[in-house]
Structures are given as C-alpha cells and as structure tokens.
C-alpha cells in the first residue's frame, strides 16, 4: 500500500502528528530526542503490531495519557481501492490491549492485518548484528521471513517449544525408560519437521537475495580513492547459511535432522540441550569469501546492512501482486559515511526504493537525487512541521 498520510495521537512524545508522504523520500530531521524514531516505530506498528523497540507496548502510550492511535489512509493499488487503516493502544493497569481496524472494521486475528502494510526497517541497531553472536543473525532472517510467509511465525513457536520439551526430558531424572523413548521421539519428529521448514525457507530467503545483495553493496560501497581512479573493482559481498549438517537437499532435510537429533541423544544429554537444528544455524555475511563481522570497516559494516534491506526491498516488490515495493524506513541512516559513500547510497536508493522515510539529526547527512520527489518536516519536541525551506 502507498501511504498518504499518518496521523499519530498520544504515541511516546507525540501528542498530535500529522504527515502527508509522497511516493518518494520523506526526511526527517531534528535534534536527539525530539520523536523521530518515534514516528518511524508508530509506522512500524501499523505494519506489524510491534515495536521494534519494546515487547511492552504500553511504554509506548504518551505519559499521562491512556491510550495511543495511529491511523494511516492510503492507496491499495492491488486492490484499486483507498484504506484507513488503524490501530489502537489502551493501557489498562499492567496490560495493554491492541485493537487493529481496517476501513473502520476491528481486524480479529494479526494474521488478517499483516501485509497491508509491507515494510523494510533500518535502525542503526541493525550493525551490531553483523559482529554479535549467531542469535540475532538467526532473528534478523526470521523476522525478514515472517512478513513473507504466513505460516514462520507458527512454526518458529512450535520449534521453540518442542525444543523446550525436549531439552526438559533430556535433563529429567528418573523417567522410566519407555516413556521417556516415547516422548523423545514424538518431540523430535516434531522438530525435524518444523525445523526442516525453517531450515529451507531460510536457505530459500538467502538464496533469493543473493544476487541482489551483491549488488546493492557494491553501488552503495563503491570503490573509493585511488583505487576507483585505477577501475579497480570493490570487494564482493555475498551471503551464506551456515548449518553443521552441510548441504543437504530439500527432500532430504527433515530425515537429515531427525537421524541427527537421535544420534545426539547422549551428547545432549550430557550438554543439557539440544545441539542440532536451525536454532544452531548462522548466517554469514562474507567479503571476498571472509566472514566479514570479522573484519568489516564501520562503513562497510553500514553498507552491508543497507545492502540486506535493498535487496529485501527488491526481492518484496518482485513478489508483491501489483509491483509496489514496501515501504522504507531508515532511522538515522547516513551518520558516519563519508560524502562520497553518502552520494552513492540515495543514487541506489533512488533507484530502487518506492516510499522511504528518513530520520537524521542534520538534513547536511542527507544527498538526495534531485529527480526523486523530496518532502521535508522538522521535528522538534514531538511536534511536526513542514520545512520545505530547506532544499
Ligand atoms: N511513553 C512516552 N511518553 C512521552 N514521551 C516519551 C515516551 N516514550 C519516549 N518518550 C520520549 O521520546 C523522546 C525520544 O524520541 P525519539 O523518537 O527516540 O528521538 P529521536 O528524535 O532522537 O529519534 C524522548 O524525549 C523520550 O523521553
Ligand atoms: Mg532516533
């Protein structure tokens, strides 16, 4: 869906906001603290009925109030039609309910609300994915995959019980023999199956956005300095999932993992918990064939990322019904490259980008293409105002 407007009421420190977007770039710019970012979860929210900040959404509601709402109206061109779509937050005691409408009819299930508003997000906390551990790479790809398919979400649920229940029997003493056999072997059945479906659309995800990936960081990193003089050609990043049972085809994969689970019965036991499974399993960003969270420069850790989110914006209006891609948001996206790299990255984003909405403390970070339809508002202390002076 294109968005046209957002009207955002009582959402951290906004109290009334008002925008109208354009099909291009939106930027906003103002001090630390002012609710940037905050506009950008509150857009977050009514794509996916989280915050990308907290699992408690009742810290979102304006202090001193008790409720949020954020509505966005726009155009559904799959559908031909203009939506409204709203959700609402009220904070009763220790709970917060969230109530989603469409056109003015309450959306019972998430499932029915998800999708409407498709959107890519960069926060600069994405770059310390790259060098953390393997949890948040495996998060990085789920979450990318459950705005994809419908049935991730469920079956990255069921995995984590099953493996819960499995790891619970393996450490618990004094079983008898046939039942513990008997509730072993049904939990991992369950997670060869689950996990053979998370293993394959996370090679799947991967694989698709391959080619993408590789090229969306070498427009955005170029070459810089000397070498560029010479024609000489950057380093070439690719992706690659990293699984201990190696290769294995699709067919092949659930009885793979179940045959794996069973051999390490006695090892887990041992360890007190499960070793094998896509839960285990990594994605790893390489440079020229090196694991770059090893080595990466802060800019090219930057551009790495940047890179992931093109090719997810890409790869989404490639498989979207109506050609539309999502909708970017990119907090605070520019700080830190140098000018040239800063250029590179809104040409690319120019290029492939459909709606993008930008954060930054100083409209200086931000080199737009002319020929992209550029509006501009100034946020300052949670109030939003056009600022078309600055060009
Ligand atoms: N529930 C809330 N009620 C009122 N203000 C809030 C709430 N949650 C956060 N804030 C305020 O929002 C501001 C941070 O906004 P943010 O969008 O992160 O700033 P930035 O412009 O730097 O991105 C802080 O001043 C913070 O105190
Ligand atoms: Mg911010």
Not at 166 to 184: D, K, T, V
Not at 200 to 227: D, K, P, V
Not at 268 to 277: C, K
């Amino acid at each position: 869906m294109n968005i046209q407007a957002l009207s955002v009421h009582d959402y951290r420190n906004l109290a009334e906001a008002e925008l109208s977007l354009g099909p291009g770039f939106t930027v906003l710019h103002g001090h630390n603290g002012a609710g940037k970012t905050n506009v950008l979860e509150a857009l977050y929210l009514v794509s996916t009925l989280r915050s990308f900040r907290t699992s408690d959404l009742g810290v979102v509601v304006r202090s001193g109030t008790e409720a949020s709402r954020v509505v966005v109206r726009g155009f559904d061109a799959g559908l031909g039609v203009s939506s409204t779509l709203e959700v609402r937050l009220e904070r009763r005691g220790s709970t917060t309910r969230r109530v989603a409408t469409a056109d003015g009819k309450t959306v019972r299930s998430g499932a029915q609300f998800y999708g409407r508003v498709r959107a890519v997000l960069f926060t600069p906390e994405d770059l310390g994915v790259l060098r953390g551990g393997p949890t948040g790479r495996r998060q990085f790809m789920d979450r990318v995959l459950f705005g994809r398919e419908r049935g991730h979400i469920a079956d990255v649920q069921t995995y984590e019980k099953l493996l819960r229940s499995r790891n619970r029997i393996l450490r618990e003493e004094g079983l008898p023999a046939a039942e513990r056999e008997r509730l072993l072997g049904t939990y991992e059945t369950g997670l060869a199956q689950t996990g053979a479906r998370l293993w394959t659309r996370r090679l799947e995800l991967l694989h698709e956005l391959q080619a993408r990936f590789s090229g969306a960081f070498a427009s955005i990193h170029g070459e810089a300095g000397e070498q560029a003089d010479r024609g000489g050609a950057g380093p070439v990043a690719s992706l690659r999932y990293e699984c201990k049972l190696g290769p294995v085809s699709a067919a092949e994969r659930e009885p793979t993992l179940l045959q794996a689970l069973l051999e390490r019965r006695a090892l887990d036991e041992r360890r007190g918990g499960t070793s094998v499974g896509p839960h285990r399993d990594d994605l790893v960003v390489l440079l020229d064939d090196q694991p770059a969270g090893d080595f990466a420069s802060q800019g090219q850790s930057r551009a790495l990322v940047l890179a992931f989110k093109l090719a997810e914006v890409q790869t989404a209006r490639e498989r979207s019904a109506d050609g539309t891609p999502p909708l970017l948001l990119l907090d605070d996206v520019s700080s830190e490259l140098d000018p040239r790299r800063t250029a590179l990255l809104f040409r690319t984003l120019g290029e492939h980008a459909g709606q993008c909405i930008l954060t930054t403390t100083s409209p200086r970070y931000i080199d737009l293409p002319a020929q992209v339809e550029t509006r501009r508002y100034r946020v300052d202390q949670g109030t939003i105002t056009p600022d078309p002076a600055i060009a």
